[in-house]
C-alpha cells in the first residue's frame, strides 16, 4: 500500500465541538437544548472515516481485509466501554435501589452486545427526568453506531467492488442518502405500521413512539452516516492551468 493517509486535524476540532455540545446540553443550559446535534456530527464524521479508509485500502490493494477493520474497531472502542461499564456497575451498586440496580443491569447487558438502542427505546422517553437514573443512556449512540460497523463496510465494498467510475459510486450513495431522509419523512407524517411501532415499544402516544423510534434506530440515521461517505465521493472540480 502505498503512503498512509494523511491525518485531519480539524476532524477532531468538530469532534470536540461535538463533545461540547452534548455535554451543553446535559448541564441543562438553554441555549443548548439542540445538544444533540453533536451525535449527529459524530455520526457524518464516522460516515466520512470509515469510507475515506475503505475507500484508500481498495483503491490500493483491490480487496478490504475486514479481520483488520474489525479488530481496529474492537480496539478503539471496546477498552474504553468496558471502563465505562465497570465504574458506573461499581457507582450503581453503592448508590442505587435494587430496583433501579436491576435496571442498570439490564442495560448494561445489552450495552456490552450493541443493542442499547433497542433496549432503551423499549423503555421511557430519552427525554424523561427518570432518563437521569439511566447511566448507560449515552450508549444508544454507540449501538448505532457499532450496527452500522457491522453492517456498512460490506455494503460499500460491494459498491466499490461492483462500480468502478467515482460517479456512480457518488450518485449510488446519494440515492441511498436520499431514501433515507424520505423514509424519515414518511414516517414521520405517521405512514408506519401500529404493529410495527408495538414491536419495539409500548406507547400510547403515537407521535412520541414515532419520534422515539426515529431517534433509536439505526434505519432512521443512516442518512447522517451517507452523509459522511458521500463526501468521498464528491466531484472535484478541475482547474487548468493556462501558460
Known amino acids: 500500500m502505498k503512503n498512509k493517509l494523511e491525518?485531519?486535524?480539524?476532524?477532531?476540532?468538530?469532534?470536540?465541538?461535538?463533545?461540547?455540545?452534548?455535554?451543553?446540553?446535559?448541564?441543562?443550559?438553554?441555549?443548548?437544548?439542540?445538544g444533540f446535534l453533536g451525535v449527529d456530527?459524530?455520526?457524518?464524521?464516522?460516515?466520512?472515516?470509515i469510507t475515506r479508509n475503505l475507500n484508500y485500502e481498495f483503491k490500493n490493494t483491490g480487496k478490504v481485509d475486514f479481520r483488520k477493520f474489525y479488530i481496529r474497531r474492537i480496539r478503539r472502542l471496546i477498552p474504553t466501554l468496558l471502563l465505562t461499564l465497570f465504574l458506573t456497575f461499581i457507582l450503581s451498586f453503592l448508590f442505587f435501589p435494587p430496583s433501579l440496580f436491576t435496571g442498570f443491569i439490564k442495560s448494561m447487558f445489552f450495552s456490552s452486545i450493541a443493542l442499547s438502542n433497542f433496549h432503551f427505546l423499549s423503555e421511557t422517553s430519552y427525554f424523561d427526568v427518570s432518563s437521569n437514573l439511566k447511566p448507560l443512556l449515552h450508549t444508544w449512540s454507540l449501538g448505532i453506531e457499532e450496527q452500522f460497523y457491522l453492517l456498512f463496510p460490506i455494503s460499500?465494498?460491494?459498491?466499490?467492488?461492483?462500480?468502478s467510475k467515482k460517479w456512480s459510486k457518488f450518485s449510488l450513495i446519494t440515492t441511498l442518502t436520499l431514501l433515507s431522509i424520505l423514509l424519515n419523512i414518511i414516517v414521520?407524517?405517521?405512514?408506519?405500521?401500529?404493529?410495527?411501532?408495538?414491536?419495539?415499544?409500548?406507547?400510547?402516544?403515537?407521535?412520541?413512539?414515532?419520534?422515539?423510534?426515529?431517534?433509536?434506530?439505526?434505519?432512521?440515521?443512516?442518512?447522517?452516516?451517507?452523509l459522511g461517505a458521500i463526501l468521498i465521493y464528491l466531484p472535484k472540480n478541475k482547474t487548468i492551468n493556462k501558460s
Open 156 to 163: 460499500l465494498f460491494l459498491i466499490m467492488k461492483l462500480f
Open 7 to 34: 491525518y485531519l486535524d480539524h476532524i477532531d476540532f468538530l469532534r470536540a465541538v461535538a463533545v461540547a455540545l452534548v455535554i451543553l446540553f446535559h448541564l441543562d443550559i438553554t441555549l443548548f437544548k439542540g
Open 188 to 226: 414521520s407524517q405517521g405512514h408506519i405500521s401500529e404493529a410495527f411501532i408495538s414491536y419495539f415499544i409500548s406507547e400510547d402516544n403515537v407521535a412520541e413512539s414515532i419520534s422515539s423510534i426515529q431517534f433509536f434506530l439505526l434505519p432512521f440515521r443512516v442518512f447522517e452516516f451517507l
Open 41 to 49: 456530527v459524530f455520526f457524518v464524521i464516522s460516515g466520512f472515516l
